[in-house]
């Protein structure tokens, strides 16, 4: 019965004439609906209509409307022009809600109209509390006990791949820090091994080539001098200083006599001529031929090499000193601090990623 009678309260009131209006003013309020049931919103409307270029002072509210009536959300002021921007209206819309059960009459709104206060109509809003049906009882449980879940996988992966990052880039930040802080040089040991002389890698190589079994078969000669007279190259290379792989023999010839006596010579000059005949017009020469060939070789690198040289250099040690620079301080101060940052938000991370867990 009380519910009836306040909501006929209500119609008569929302029934009633919607605006004010005085000279050229006009002022309205509305409300969507004047029934609500607890913590639904309901919004209301002000609406005022005065010439262009008046001063409007809408009303202004803290956080409620009256008591009991909380004004959730305020809307930006709407203005639309009328009449070929003679007249504008100016709208504002209220959401509010209310908690406790109750008729509640809102009051009329003041605005100032160029300094003159006008009144809105006053509003009515009926809170009602959520019926509840007493004629099935047994349709209602009591509180349910706590279920205790264990835990899965899926609930603390994120916790473990977080404490995994963290180890990491604490561990990355002690070993950066470390770098930083330790200012002492950084000193290298290497080892230098010395360049055979040309006279021994000729003989080694010739070393080689007899004790290679092939160019004793008939039909590789070719390849046994070709080996030969590109050894004998490579040492006049390194030994006088001119290239002897890209010269003719008559060119090999011509250089050495500035360098080396006849005798020395001729024998070489032998050797690369037998070299010609065989490369270019498939000359065999005997075994003997080939076994004296390679003597002469041999004698012509040991008459041929250098005096008072180290046939067998041994390695030697040497000591760099790099000296970190200004540059590299910085870079390391930089990745200190990052990584402090970076280690620092994956704590904040997993302190709240535990805390919603076991909370």
């Not at 070929?84 to 003041?110: G, H, N, W």
């Not at 950066?176 to 000729?202: E, M, Q, S």
Request: one cysteine or more.
């Amino acid at each position: 019965m009380n519910k009836f009678i306040y909501f006929l309260f209500c119609v008569s009131l929302f029934l009633l004439p919607g605006h004010v209006s005085a000279q050229n003013v006009t002022v309205d309020a509305q409300i969507d609906s004047v029934q609500r049931l607890i913590g639904q919103q309901a919004k209301i409307k002000i609406e005022v209509t005065a010439n262009s270029g008046s001063r409007i002072v809408m009303p202004t509210f803290d956080k409620e409307i009256v008591e009991g009536v909380e004004i959730v959300h305020k809307a930006e002021p709407d203005t639309q022009y009328l009449n070929d921007r003679k007249r504008m209206e100016i709208s504002e819309v209220y959401t509010v809600t209310s908690f406790d059960s109750a008729l509640y009459m809102l009051p009329a709104f003041e605005i100032l109209v160029d300094g003159n206060p006008y009144y809105t109509r006053e509003l009515a809003l009926a809170v009602y509390m959520m019926p509840i049906d007493t004629t099935n009882l047994d349709s209602f449980f009591g509180p349910k006990d706590i279920w205790h879940t264990s835990l899965m996988w899926d609930d603390c992966k994120e916790s473990f791949w977080l404490f995994i990052a963290f180890v990491l880039f604490v561990s990355a930040f002690v070993w950066v820090l470390v770098r930083y802080l330790n200012n002492k040089p950084i000193i290298r040991i290497v080892k230098v091994t010395p360049k055979l002389p040309p006279h021994v890698v000729a003989l080694n190589e010739i070393e080689r080539i007899k004790g290679d079994d092939k160019w004793r078969v008939a039909g590789h000669s070719k390849e046994y001098y070709t080996e030969l007279t590109d050894t004998i190259r490579a040492y006049m290379n390194e030994r006088f200083g001119f290239n002897a792989m890209e010269m003719t023999t008559s060119e090999i010839v011509e250089n050495l006599m500035r360098v080396s006596d006849k005798d020395t010579i001729k024998e070489l000059e032998e050797l690369l001529v037998m070299a010609d005949l065989v490369k270019f017009a498939k000359f065999e020469p005997p075994m003997n031929e080939n076994d004296r060939n390679m003597v002469s070789a041999i004698e012509f690198v040991n008459k041929t090499k250098a005096a008072d040289v180290e046939e067998n250099p041994q390695p030697t040690e040497k000591k760099i000193v790099n000296k970190r620079s200004a540059r590299s301080k910085r870079i390391l101060l930089a990745s200190v601090v990052l990584l402090a940052l970076a280690a620092t938000a994956l704590l904040v991370a997993l302190i709240m990623e535990l805390y919603y867990l076991l909370a």
